[in-house]
Structure formats: C-alpha cells, structure tokens
C-alpha cells in the first residue's frame, strides 16, 4: 500500500482534547477551562494549516558499492518532492558484519524551511569480506507542528561488497619451478640474472664483462661467469570452502576467514613481484575459477571472487577436479582440511607431480565442545579424523604449515626448490 | 504480525531506547503526577479512582507514547479539574496549563519516530520556541479572563469563544512568519 499523510496522534490529542474543554467551557459557562484549552487549540489549528499537499518520494542509495574490510561509507536516505515536511526519519535494517553510525541505524534530520529534498546520511563500516544487502528499512516524514505523519515507507536495498583485506604476508623464498619470460625467480635454465649458477669455459656469444679473469689466468683459457636466469612463476591458490569454522567475530574469525584472507595476501604478494595467480575455490559453484593472471587488474579480480565465497553452498561440484595446470605451477592450498573435498584435491595434485602446499586455516581458539559432553566428543572425533587426513597429506609428500603471515611459505618453498633438482617419480 | 512477535518488538523497542528517549518518557511519566499535584493544590480531594485512572494511563503513555493514552490523560485531569475545583483563574489554573502544553510536546517529541531515534537540536530548539509561544498564548488567555472577572460582565461564552479564536488566529499568523523567518 502506497504510504500517505495521516494524522498523528499528537494532532487529535491536540484536537480532541481542546475541542473537548472548549465545549464544557462553553456548556457550563467556565472561562479557566477555556485557559487550560487555549494551547492545544493554538497547537491544532496551526497544525492543521500546516497540512501537506504533495506525496514525498523516498529512496536510498549505497555511496560506495564496493569496499574493503574496515572501510566505511554511508547509505543515504532522500526525500524527494518534500517541501512540506519537516523531519524525516530513517532506519535501516540492522545486519551481521555492518557497523552504523548510530549503532541502531536509525537517524532524522530537521529540513529547512520547504526545502524540496531532504537527506539523511547513515554512515556505515563493513566489518567482515562477502556481499551482502545493504540500505532496506523505512523512512518516515513528519509535517510541521507534527500534525501529520508519511509512511513509514520501504526502502531498497543495494548489494554491498566487501574485499577481503588481505593478511601480512611477505616470503624470501625463491618459487621452484620459474617457467616464465621475466621475473624474479631464479630458474634452473641458465640465461641473464644475477644468482651465480657456474663458472664456464667462454663461448661465443658470452658477452666481455662475464669473463672471469682469475679462473682464465690460472687455466689458461678464457672461461666466464654464468648465472641462473630470473623468470616469473605460476602460483595456484586452492581456497576451501566446504567447511567453515571458528568464531567470526573472534580475535582470529573462521577458518574461511583466514583461509580468504591469506589467499589474498599471498596473492597480492606474488603479483606485486610479477608473478601469474590463478585461483580455484572448492566448494563454489559459481564464480569458482580465476585463470593464471598478471597486474594490479587481476588481482582485484581475484578479490572480488573471494568476496563471493559463500561457506559451503556446494559439496558436490568438485567432482571431476579439473585444474588445468601448466607445468612448473605451485599449487598453494588453503585449507582447514576438515573435508574429504580438500584431502582428494590435494592428494590427486601431489599423484600428477606438482608442487602442492597446504596451508592449515584452522585457527587455534576453535572449540565447538565447551558445554554439550556429546558436541565435546564429536569435535574431538572430528580432530582425530582431520590428523588423519592431514598424515595421509604429508605422506603422500606435501607439506602442511599453518598460517602464520610473514615467512609461512619460506622453508617450505625452499624444500621443494631443493626437491625440485632431484629426480622424481610422477604418476601422468 | 503476529501478537507474540508484536510484543517481541515493542520490548525490543524499549530495550534499544536512547538517552534522550528515555528522558522523554520519564518526562511523560512525571508531569501528569505532577499536574494532578497542583488540581490538589488547587483543592481537589485526592480519591483513589482517579489516582488510579491517571497513573495507569501516566504508564500507558510512558510505554507508548504514539497512542490514544496521552488524550486520556488529557481529558481525566481537565475533566477532574472541572468536577472538584470551583471555577478559579488563580497561578495553579496556569502552572496545570503548562504542565499539560509540556506533557502535550514530550509525547510529540517522543512520537518522531522509533524508540531509538536521536532528536536533533535544530528539532528541540524549534519546539522549545513553539512551547514558550503557546505558553504565552495561554498566559494571554489567563490574563484576558482575570480582566473579564474583574469586570463584573455578564455571563457570555460566545464572547470569550470568539476572543480565542482571535488569539488562535493571531498565533498562527505570528508562527507562519516566525517560521519564515527561521528558513
């Protein structure tokens, strides 16, 4: 029903309760009855020469529709056609993960005098990644002297999206299998760079300032410095979102929390240095796959398909698990291993040969047992199973590290650019 | 919706009030006690029916503001004023006039919206203004009634309806401009 102006209750107070005295003043004769009606009759009348002779139009819109966590903006409520009201009143519809301002999310302003549009301003800051609905809720007008009242109306809402802010993350750590053009990777193939690799006899085609004088005096021959060419890398981030657990307003927040929040570190770590990221989430139907990219361009790509991470909305779509890999790419799984999804994806990448981290996402204050002795006994039977998934994983040769920003991948990287020169057995 | 969730919400309502809103439903708790104080003063004999009449509307009003319980109010105590105080145009007749035309602004001021909103200033100093206008009205009205008294003139309710409704007059060209003025 389309909201129009009505009278308030104040109005028939006034109204009402003045006409009321007027009347026994006038029947039984008595002139203090008159004086204690005077102001609400004065109220009244004034109220009723105010009556509004236009329909406003209400609307909100979301100032920003795309944010990163922590970061604010506002929803702002418009009146339009509004010259006969005098205060407007707003409030939207509290959500999880949203901070207004008034906490309530309910705010008025006072208009000047027939002002044609009115707004109220409701500032707000997004606490936690994902999209969700903002700016619903109603909006209600008041004409002067509060004798008449609009709405309250809907408001609709606009959908918000978070980017996830990505964690710390910072890896001295060469990748292992530099594939690329340019980069900053060491590779195996020898070529122009800067990491020595072996002091060679001259061929032609060495250019002057390589030549080793030393080694070539004491040989007799001309020999010259060779060094390790410097490519880029392909990096796969594996994101698990069949499971989601922990507390998301906890000091650490879920599993898919810090599992999202590391892909984006360590994504926007490897595309700072020239690298190539693709992404994969387990778990998703849509807006699952991010191919192999370069640039500041591709990684806003890949945080807004984080963003769209919604825990466990399929666990049947990774049947088939098709990665579509190039060679030399380094598969990155973020992961609380507490599905079967994750444990078959990483074990069937670490059968084909390539280079899979796990990356454990479980954050260490999750407890799911404090009260019920039942709950205690399935987390604990849970945490028994996921050992074994996560024994399973290290058995079949890849390495589990927690997530622990700066530095996590650094020993791992390293064992397996060490690995990565010895000779290997590879199911194809 | 249904009367359960109703009630969910209207304690919801009044679980979320804000500062201010609270100090304007303990103002609408108060001035009705208050007024009934000064028809005592006044002479009213103090019975238990309209005691108990006025204090379960005063906390009918204070919970729900937006409703018809602040008329009741209203009429129970000018209604009680006619029935035990001999006609009077003495200071108490004033001080019940403005603690009805307070009572009357705190349940508006309170009614501008959810139990959470926040009044802004440019708001409550507009109706501050607009209080102490229609309290000088009643002052004129009292003033104008003692004259009359004192005049010794015959009974005639249509002359004093016809002088209010110049005051009522009178007053709303005066707000229009004042309101002019402000913008």
């Given at each position: 029903m389309r909201p129009t102006w009505r009278p308030t209750t104040g109005l028939l107070r006034a109204a009402l309760g003045s006409l009321s005295l007027t009347a026994v003043a006038v029947a039984v004769g008595r002139l203090d009855l008159l004086v204690l009606a005077s102001p609400l009759l004065v109220c009244a009348a004034v109220a009723v020469r105010h009556r509004p002779g236009t329909e406003p139009r209400g609307d909100s819109r979301l100032l920003h529709a795309s944010l990163r966590e922590g970061e604010g903006t506002a929803v702002r409520v418009t009146l339009r056609e509004?010259?006969?009201?005098?205060h407007a009143v707003a409030a939207l519809t509290p959500r999880r993960f949203l901070a207004f301002k008034p906490p309530t999310g309910v705010a008025g302003t006072t208009a000047p005098s027939a002002a044609g549009t009115i707004t109220v301003d409701l500032p707000l800051a997004t606490l936690r990644w994902g999209r969700r609905q903002v700016g619903d809720g109603l909006v209600a007008a008041t004409s002067p002297w509060a004798g008449f009242r609009w709405g309250p109306a809907g408001l609709y809402s606009e959908l918000l999206t978070t980017l996830p802010l990505p964690g710390r993350f910072d890896t001295r750590a060469p990748t292992p299998h530099p594939i690329g053009l340019v980069g900053t990777n060491p590779a195996r193939r020898t070529g122009d760079g800067t990491d020595f690799a072996s002091i060679r006899p001259f061929a032609p085609g060495?250019?002057?300032?390589?030549?080793h004088w030393r080694v070539s005096l004491r040989t007799g021959a001309l020999h010259v410095t060779s060094t390790h060419s410097e490519e880029d890398s392909n990096i796969l981030m594996v994101v698990d979102s069949v499971a989601d657990l922990g507390?998301?307003?906890?000091?650490?927040?879920?599993s898919l929390d810090v599992s999202v929040r590391a892909a984006g570190a360590v994504a926007e770590h490897y595309l700072a240095r020239g690298d190539r990221v693709g992404l994969r989430v387990l778990g998703?139907?849509?807006?699952?796959v991010v191919p192999m990219g370069a640039g500041t361009r591709h990684l806003r790509r890949m945080l807004d398909t984080l963003a769209f991470i919604s825990p466990g909305?399929?666990?049947?779509?990774?049947?088939?698990?098709?990665?579509?890999l190039t060679e030399g790419t380094v598969v990155v799984v973020l992961s609380p291993m507490l599905s079967e999804e994750s444990s078959t994806a990483t074990l069937m990448l670490a059968d084909r040969g390539v280079s899979v981290i796990v990356v454990d996402?479980?954050?260490?204050?999750?407890?799911?047992?404090d009260d019920d002795p039942r709950l205690r006994l399935a987390w604990r039977m849970r945490r028994l199973e996921r050992d074994a998934l996560l024994r399973k994983v290290q058995k079949a040769g890849v390495p589990v590290v927690s997530w622990?920003?700066?530095?996590?991948l650094d020993e791992v990287l390293r064992r397996l650019g060490r690995r990565a020169s010895m000779p290997r057995l590879a199911r194809r | 919706m249904s009367r359960l969730s109703a009630a969910r919400s209207f304690l919801d309502g009044l679980t979320g009030l804000t500062g201010q809103q609270a100090l304007l439903r303990v103002l609408v708790a108060a001035l009705p006690g208050l007024a009934f104080g000064v028809e005592v003063q006044a002479g009213a004999p103090v019975q238990t029916v309209p005691v108990a009449l006025v204090l379960v509307l005063t906390v009918i009003s204070a919970l729900v503001?937006?409703?018809h319980g602040p008329l009741a109010v209203v009429l129970v105590l000018g209604g009680y004023w006619v029935i035990s105080v001999e006609e009077s145009l003495s200071w108490q007749l004033l001080v019940l006039t403005g603690l009805l035309l307070a009572f009357h602004v705190v349940c508006l001021l309170a009614c501008?919206?959810?139990?959470s909103v926040v009044l802004d200033r440019v708001l409550i100093g507009l109706w501050l203004r607009r209080t102490a206008l229609l309290g000088a009205v009643a002052v004129l009205v009292w003033l104008a009634a003692r004259l009359a008294g004192g005049l010794?003139?015959?009974?005639?309710?249509w002359l004093f309806a016809a002088g209010l409704l110049v005051v009522v007059g009178a007053t709303g060209t005066l707000s229009r401009r004042l309101a002019v003025g402000a913008g």
């Open positions: 509004a010259a006969d009201v005098e060495d250019r002057l300032r390589r030549v507390d998301p307003e906890g000091t650490t927040g879920t998703a139907t849509r807006h699952n909305s399929n666990r049947q779509a990774d049947a088939r698990m098709q990665f579509g996402t479980l954050p260490d204050d999750v407890d799911l047992g622990r920003g700066p530095g996590t | 503001p937006d409703s501008y919206g959810p139990a010794d003139l015959p009974a005639s309710p």
